[in-house]
T-cell receptor, first 110, second 115 residues
Framework: GENVEQHPSTLSVQEGDSAVIKCTYSDSASNYFPWYKQELGKRPQLIIDIRSNVGEKKDQRIAVTLNKTAKHFSLHITETQPEDSAVYFCAASIGNQFYFGTGTSLTVIP | GAVVSQHPSWVICKSGTSVKIECRSLDFQATTMFWYRQFPKQSLMLMATSNEGSKATYEQGVEKDKFLINHASLTLSTLTVTSAHPEDSSFYIC???????????FGPGTRLLVL
């Protein structure tokens, strides 16, 4: 089955700096890569996603890049704000199923 | 759009009782619903995948007789934790997708505490 690894597990940045979270996957058949943000005690919410036929996607301060050859994808958050503090999960999708990374706890220091 | 609700949000029960959790897609018909379990500070662990009108597909290590899943309609799936024990205490989250393999929309989760 698919194996998704996510790094780092924790990340602290100063407000206004950028944050980068990286994920790798093992199965080249994965074709959809969503990123979710989960605040404490709340549901995961989709923040951005990318499909295998696209190399990069951007939505305001958030961007995702995908390298199919190397089987890795990354989340980039620019101009971080305290409200960006949360746990972020990457996922890789094959068929019907999502395989989630282990999560990154991001803290933005005011 | 794409709202998923879950009920109840909190359950406290005695050991040995059964608990039913409902997951509903409020504004779309979900071809597939998923049930996850999440321990504190850990990732989402997929328990089972359910399609309307068919038996759920359970992940390895998940007891299907303990975690009963019924997907009665395109907008409702239920998870019943039978004869709950303290080790079943966890955060259970459902999700639903309109198209297989596409975006999953998560419910708010149900926190279960078994005494």
């Amino acid at each position: 089955g698919e194996n998704v690894e996510q790094h780092p597990s924790t990340l602290s940045v100063q407000e206004g700096d950028s944050a980068v979270i990286k994920c790798t996957y093992s199965d080249s058949a994965s074709n959809y890569f969503p990123w979710y943000k989960q605040e404490l005690g709340k549901r995961p919410q989709l923040i951005i996603d990318i499909r295998s036929n696209v190399g990069e996607k951007k939505d305001q301060r958030i961007a995702v890049t995908l390298n199919k050859t190397a089987k890795h994808f990354s989340l980039h958050i620019t101009e971080t704000q305290p409200e960006d503090s949360a746990v972020y999960f990457c996922a890789a999708s094959i068929g019907n199923q999502f395989y989630f990374g282990t999560g990154t706890s991001l803290t933005v220091i005011p | 759009g794409a709202v998923v609700s879950q009920h109840p949000s909190w359950v406290i029960c005695k050991s040995g009782t059964s608990v039913k959790i409902e997951c509903r897609s409020l504004d779309f018909q979900a071809t597939t619903m998923f049930w996850y379990r999440q321990f504190p500070k850990q990732s989402l662990m997929l328990m089972a995948t359910s399609n309307e009108g068919s038996k759920a597909t359970y992940e390895q290590g998940v007891e299907k007789d303990k975690f009963l899943i019924n997907h009665a309609s395109l907008t409702l799936s239920t998870l019943t934790v039978t004869s709950a024990h303290p080790e079943d205490s966890s955060f259970y989250i459902c999700s639903a997708s309109l198209i297989a393999g596409e975006t999953q929309y998560f419910g708010p989760g149900t926190r279960l505490l078994v005494l």
